[in-house]
């Protein structure tokens, strides 16, 4: 785990009226992929359904399957692992420093083959 995923991991996220620490959040299955974990920082009941945050960990021979999400804008940010990547049939690596747009009703997915991926997805409007 590198620097970026522990201290994202360890954190906190401070709202005006709380603070919630990042270790009291459970890895959540995701509801549709294997092997995929999540951990809601921001759900969208604390922005008015704005806006969601989630750290997601990818696990070693696992992905992210291609899916879509209607009317949502993701933009996710690579932060721990290498892996590979597929954007409206754009391929390309998913390594610390790269960031993905995804527009609505655009395909994507992302594969941890190479160990462990760490992506920072943000939804708009929210997720959840």
Same mark, same amino acid.
């Given at each position: 785990?590198? !620097?970026? *995923?522990?201290?994202?991991? +360890?954190?906190?996220?401070?709202?005006?009226?709380?603070?919630?620490?990042?270790?009291?959040?459970?890895?959540?299955?995701?509801?549709? &992929?294997?092997?995929?974990?999540? #951990?809601?920082?921001? #759900?969208?009941?604390?922005?008015?359904? /704005?806006?969601?945050?989630? %750290?997601?960990?990818? /696990?070693? =021979?696992? !992905? @992210?399957? +291609?899916?879509?999400? +209607?009317?949502? $804008?993701? &933009?996710?940010? $690579?932060?721990?692992?290498?892996?590979? =990547? !597929?954007?409206? =049939?754009? #391929? &390309? @690596?998913? #390594? %610390?420093? *790269?960031?993905? *747009?995804?527009? !609505?009703?655009?395909?994507?997915?992302?594969?941890?083959?190479?160990?462990? *991926?760490?992506?920072?997805?943000?939804? @708009?409007?929210?997720? %959840?």
């Amino acid at each position: 785990m590198n !620097e970026t *995923v522990k201290g994202l991991s +360890e954190g906190k996220v401070v709202y005006t009226d709380q603070d919630l620490n990042v270790t009291d959040l459970e890895w959540r299955p995701h509801p549709s &992929f294997a092997g995929v974990f999540l #951990k809601h920082l921001v #759900k969208g009941d604390s922005s008015g359904g /704005k806006f969601s945050c989630h %750290l997601i960990r990818i /696990k070693d =021979g696992f !992905e @992210i399957g +291609e899916h879509v999400h +209607e009317d949502k $804008i993701e &933009f996710i940010n $690579i932060v721990g692992g290498v892996g590979q =990547g !597929e954007l409206a =049939g754009k #391929k &390309f @690596i998913c #390594k %610390l420093g *790269v960031s993905i *747009v995804a527009p !609505e009703n655009i395909k994507h997915r992302i594969v941890a083959d190479n160990g462990d *991926v760490y992506l920072l997805a943000k939804f @708009i409007p929210a997720l %959840l």
